[in-house]
């Protein structure tokens, strides 16, 4: 029997493209079908390297033509801002994937709100704003404190929250017409979670879609973010207790089902309050670093399940591994960026027990661009055989590491991922 043929459409995402290949090969060839950007440019002999290579340009029949000619038995993608093509490319090949009015809910911020309200999942007061005259009433219809970001986007790119009026409408002036400005953006009410430090007050749920059915196969448990609104790591399992993990999944896979997906994989971020889980958003592909958890676990593989259903595989049966924690911790970026010149404390955090591994993500000589997006110097991966265990080395961990930029500051990253302080708005 001839091998499936697996197509990914590749472009900036949550999963590198080598571990895409390794983990696909097992269940059929892959091919790349690679879109058009300054990412994939600069991968370019990587890809070619890897597996065999489809171009994705505008031109999404001549790109349909071109990956009907390697028979596609399935199509995916780990691309955030790739859905819509993948779902696009999906109607042409005839294979199942999102339809484009579930990748709108997926994508855009608003309408997602909104559907959810609708049907009763989460009612969190959210407004649209296009024009800086939008401001005012969405700050009517939404109330301080606020959290405004784009209609569209990842990584918390350009997400702030909003303590005052004032600050608000600088801030939608400043997004919708300066030079890097937004389409739209949304404001939405301020969720304040409930302090666990040295927990996050948030989790996400990882689920899958088999046939529009929802089953979950991870929560996974959060670090404290970084100002404004930034991730810095992720671990398995979150520490919840029974009855509020089955809140958790309770509202994860009403969210699901209310969006219409009827196949993949989804990442459901939830905010844990005084009120019980609320809902931060949907995500409509794996979620960022979850393939490296899945290797640390050595147990249930992520990508391999994200192929696995788009193949028309069934839901999975079994848990991510729960019998100890495996972590992923981010050394974020510093807000203001800069060049960085230096890196100090490696050897010395490695030969930590049960640092696993240290990988760099920006290299000394490399200038690092200001922004309050998401973004890592580097990734601290481990185990521990518990929650407990896992603070204790990564405390010792953070206090070692050191980062030294061209204009003198030499930041500990202990200080770079240090949590938002604790301010009268959580209440």
Partial sequence: MPRPVIA??????????????????????????????????????????????VPVGPDLEEAAARLREHRPDALLTFSERRLGTTAELAVRLGLPYHDMATVRLLTDKYAQRRRLRERGVDPVRSRLLRTPGDWAPALAGVGLPAVLKPARGEGSRSTHLVPDADTGAALTAELLTGPDREAALVLEEYLAGVDRTPFGDHVSVESAVADGRVSHWAVTGKFPLAPPFREVGHYWPAPLDDTERAAVL?????????????????????????????????????????????????????????????????????????????????????????????????????????????????????????????????????????????VAVLDRALDALTYTFADGRTLRARDLAAPAPLTPLDH
Wanted: glycine share 14%; hydrophobic share 45%.
């Fill in 8 to 53: 990914v459409v590749y472009d900036f995402g949550s999963v590198a493209p080598a571990d895409i290949v390794d983990r696909l090969a097992p269940l059929g060839d892959v091919l790349l079908a690679v879109c058009r950007s300054a990412h994939t440019e600069q991968l370019a002999p990587l890809l070619a390297d890897l597996a065999p290579v």
């Fill in 250 to 390: 309770d509202l994860a896979g009403r969210a699901v089902e209310a969006l219409g997906l009827r196949t993949g994989i989804t990442h459901t971020e939830i905010k844990l309050t005084a009120r019980g889980p609320r809902l931060i958003e949907v995500n409509g592909r794996l979620g960022g670093f979850q393939s490296g958890l899945g290797r640390l676990a050595d147990g249930l593989d992520p990508v391999a399940l994200a192929g696995h259903l788009a193949l028309g595989g069934s839901a999975p049966g079994t848990w991510a591994p729960q019998e100890r924690v495996v972590y992923a911790r981010a050394v974020p970026t510093p807000a203001e960026g800069g060049l960085l010149t230096a890196v100090h404390g490696v050897a010395d955090a490695l030969a930590l027990p049960g640092l696993d591994g240290y990988e760099t993500r920006v290299q000394p000589g490399t200038p690092v661009q200001p922004g309050v997006a998401t973004g890592e110097l580097a990734v601290l991966w481990g185990t521990a055989d518990d929650h407990r265990a896992m």
